[in-house]
Nanobody, 121 residues
Framework: QVRLEESGGGLVQSGGSLTLSCTAA????????MGWYRQAPGKQRELVAQ???????KYADSVKGRFTISRERFKDTVHLTMLDLRPEDTAVYYC???????????????WGQGTQVTVSS
């Protein structure tokens, strides 16, 4: 079964750092793009960062200069390194993958279950 496995959320003080990781598991050949979205209480889900198979990246304006997304070469694994965290970064972070090719089929889009990031002031 193809799925996205997330890790790395938690509680951190303002100014602290965390790294989130996500792996596309289950006989996956490739993914065109992987990234992270977040959803804070009462708000819509928003893109945080994304990286393509050719290493093109894009970031939300609110995280530029503080967050870095990277992809392990030849693996469908991405990491989101978050520095200088702020209380407004508090949200559930969801891993996302687009055009996931596996042995049985191609998935247009997959989502992880989400991991909580809480930044205390």
């Amino acid at each position: 079964q193809v799925r996205l496995e997330e890790s790395g959320g938690g509680l951190v003080q303002s100014g602290g750092s965390l790294t989130l990781s996500c792996t596309a598991a289950g006989s996956v050949f490739s993914t065109r793009a992987m990234g992270w979205y977040r959803q804070a209480p009462g708000k819509q889900r928003e893109l945080v960062a994304q990286i393509t198979s050719s290493s093109n990246t894009k970031y939300a304006d609110s995280v530029k200069g503080r967050f870095t997304i990277s992809r392990e070469r030849f693996k469908d694994t991405v990491h989101l390194t978050m520095l200088d965290l702020r209380p407004e970064d508090t949200a559930v972070y969801y891993c996302n993958a687009e055009d996931v090719e596996s042995t049985l089929r191609t998935y247009p889009e997959l989502w992880g279950q989400g991991t909580q990031v809480t930044v205390s002031s």
